[in-house]
């Protein structure tokens, strides 16, 4: 009996944390290059949407994902194009990004609001699913959900081990050298905010199609704001990144439970606000000292390139 | 330039005294203008203001125009729309959220010669009203259905611990109790009006812990999604939301401002408005209950429907002694009754609520 209910608890955790876990690892790059892109939740709610529609058209979740990371990656585009070509100043144009992927959705939503689509199977691994506690417990999600954790190891390799990887790092630290020994920063760079505007729509359609599986404007309320955040307070770690999800996940499930479970006496808006401050205070430890957790953050982040001569 | 706005403002005035009602044409429509605080697509509560608006569009026809503002915060924002509403020549206004009350009570003594409808708060002028519904006479109906479909335990997914959602909280377990005195409500508070995703999460985690139907007092159709993947029964609130699961809704409380909206706009283009507070409930058809889902058993339907007519026949009062509190002291003694205004300050649970 407690096992089941320690099943279903992990299952609504993995939910609560994966759209986040995919806008935060999307951000996690783009801030690597050096671009800070506050419009996460913009290009979530384009991802859900878009999504959504691919979905409840053509009955194909294949296409409804990639039509949702396409809708992310292009808001994204937008954004590289007045950030990176134009020089426009990123945090207010991540701030627009995010009024107007607001303002687009909801018009391409409007005659997909009431409809339903079948949510996202779970894929039952063959051997695995079956081994008695593991299998409910490990092997029972929807493809999305093992594609953000594989995400979260392929970025950390790719960033740690790959040459491609110590490049957009170097972008992300210092432009003016990686440009002077011939890396094109802002070619890079667009690549970089073109990815993370792809996971910031995988994340909104995971919302859109697995989690709850309909449309309603501004469904992401507030997810890819808590996204920026876990990038910072994982001191822009991808593994970091994971665990931040899954902690505030896990806090945010747990609380809705000990209301249900009745023997917890603190007030409910109390027990609103742990989730943040348990994610807060356990990313602030393990970043072992304020000060490292500030020098961890990409020297160039948020400062326009302009290609000298 | 303000001169000049006061002088036209003065000027309208004026001449509506002197025309002594305002009648509208096709030519010339009674302008009504509508503030939102939330999205139309929200399918719940600002969905269902803009349904009212439509439906007293189509009623009236070419005599009136309708106009709307949505997603309008409840901070000094409304203040400025409702103000840009007057000066488009609005001449009724309805600010349909609790949070409006100061702003329209501000804008209105500035501009008498408009009329201002607002919703659910408690502040009236001489053109300012108040309106309301009895969201409880829904949700007593609903209990009557939980109290004989349940094996016991319901889940209530709930937004804030205001005396509204206290009300109906205790609205649905009394009636619940009525038909199974060990019914208990186990009550979960995600601290938002419109979350999906932790909406389902809280309906996930009632379902885990043994609900068997799950009521809310959100406004996205979550709650009842859940419900129908998971197999257990459910309540849609604001509108009927019965797509999101055919077997797993059980009926929708359904807020229905249509009829307030028609008639008080044609008081209005009759010079006849006055101001007033009213709290119209199931009997004046501002609360609704959507047609029973196929789920309801034969039992269940009886009961809803004897607790829906003698609700509207004043029969039937859901807050009526003898009503213990959780700790199981009488709050209110047999042969009596709660009063309006103890309603609107309620901030105690009956038994059988864990919150």
Not at chain 2, 75 to 100: C, H, K, M, W
Not at chain 2, 201 to 226: E, N
Not at chain 2, 249 to 269: E, G
Not at chain 2, 337 to 342: F, G, I, K, L, R
Request: proline share 4%; hydrophobic share 50%.
């Amino acid at each position: 009996m407690t096992g089941d209910i320690l099943v279903a608890l992990l299952a609504t955790v993995v939910t609560s944390a994966t759209p986040l876990l995919f806008a935060a690892l999307g951000e996690l790059i783009a801030e690597r290059a050096g671009v800070l892109n506050l419009g996460l939740e913009g290009m979530m709610l384009a991802g859900a949407v878009a999504g959504f529609i691919t979905m409840g058209e053509t009955g194909s979740d294949t296409l409804a994902i990639c039509a949702a990371a396409l809708a992310g990656a292009a808001l994204a585009l937008l954004f590289g194009v007045l950030t990176l070509t134009l020089v426009a100043n990123q945090v207010a144009t991540g701030l627009a990004l995010t009024i107007f992927g607001t303002g687009l959705s909801s018009l391409a939503g409007v005659n997909f609001t009431g409809r339903t689509v079948p949510a996202l199977p779970a894929l039952r691994l063959p051997l695995l699913s079956g081994i008695p506690v593991l299998g409910p417990l490990l092997f029972r999600y929807d493809a999305l959900v093992y594609l953000s954790v594989v995400a979260a190891a392929a970025i950390a390799w790719f960033l740690k081990r790959t040459r491609a990887g110590m490049i957009l790092r170097a972008v992300g630290e210092s432009d003016i050298s990686a440009h002077s020994i011939g890396h094109r920063v802002i070619r890079i760079r667009y690549l970089a905010v073109l990815f993370g505007g792809a996971m910031a729509g995988l994340g909104g359609c995971y919302l859109s199609l697995a989690s709850t599986p309909l449309w309603v404007e501004q469904m992401t309320a507030g997810r890819g704001w808590i996204a920026l955040a876990l990038v910072v307070f994982a001191g822009w770690r991808p593994w970091r990144v994971l665990a931040g999800a899954y902690l505030f996940g896990g806090v945010t499930v747990l609380q809705l439970y000990s209301q249900g479970s009745g023997f917890v006496a603190v007030p409910t808006q109390v027990l609103a606000m742990f989730p943040y401050l348990a994610t807060i205070l356990v990313l602030t430890l393990i970043s072992s000292g304020s000060a490292r957790s500030r020098l961890s953050a990409p020297a160039c982040l948020g400062k326009p390139f302009l290609a000298p001569g | 330039m303000q001169r000049r706005t006061l002088l036209i403002s003065a000027t309208t005035a004026f001449g509506a005294r002197l025309a002594g009602a305002r009648r509208a044409n096709a030519a010339n429509p009674f302008k009504v203008g509508f503030v939102y605080v939330g999205p139309i697509g929200d399918l719940g509560w600002t969905y269902q203001h803009d349904q009212g608006r439509l439906a007293m569009q189509k009623e009236l026809g070419e005599a009136v125009s309708t106009q709307y503002v949505e997603n309008v915060g409840e901070g000094p924002d409304a203040e400025r729309v409702i103000r840009q509403l007057v000066s488009g020549g609005n001449q009724l206004i309805y600010t349909t959220s609790f949070g409006y009350m100061n702003p329209t009570e501000r804008v209105a003594k500035a501009s008498p010669a408009v009329e201002f409808e607002q919703a659910t708060g408690y502040k009236t002028l001489p053109n300012m009203a108040e309106y309301n519904s009895r969201f409880y006479e829904g949700r007593a109906v609903c209990g009557a259905i939980a109290g004989h479909m349940s094996k016991g335990v319901v889940g209530y997914v709930a937004s804030f611990p205001i005396p509204e959602v206290v009300m109906g909280i205790n609205a649905f377990t009394l009636a619940a109790r009525k038909v199974n005195p060990n019914f208990q409500t186990k009550v979960i508070w995600v601290n938002t009006w419109f979350d999906p995703g932790r909406e389902s999460d809280a309906a996930k985690s009632l379902i885990d812990q043994g609900a068997d139907i799950l009521a809310q007092h959100t406004d996205s159709p979550a709650v009842i999604q859940t419900a129908e993947a998971r197999g257990v029964f459910g309540f849609g609130q604001s509108s009927d939301m019965s797509r999101f699961g055919e077997k797993a809704t059980l009926t929708s409380i359904v807020d229905n401002w249509a009829p307030y909206y028609i008639d008080r706009t044609k008081l209005a283009i009759t010079g006849k408005w006055k101001t007033d507070s009213v709290w119209w409930g199931i009997k004046e058809g501002m609360v609704q209950l959507a047609p029973w889902g196929p789920s309801v058993t034969e039992e269940a339907r009886a009961a809803a429907e004897d607790s829906k007519n003698r609700i509207a026949a004043g029969t039937l009062l859901p807050f009526a002694g003898p009503i213990k509190d959780q700790k199981g002291a009488v709050k209110v003694a047999d042969g009596k009754a709660m009063s309006d205004d103890e309603l609107l300050k309620m901030n105690w649970y009956v038994e059988g609520v864990q919150a």
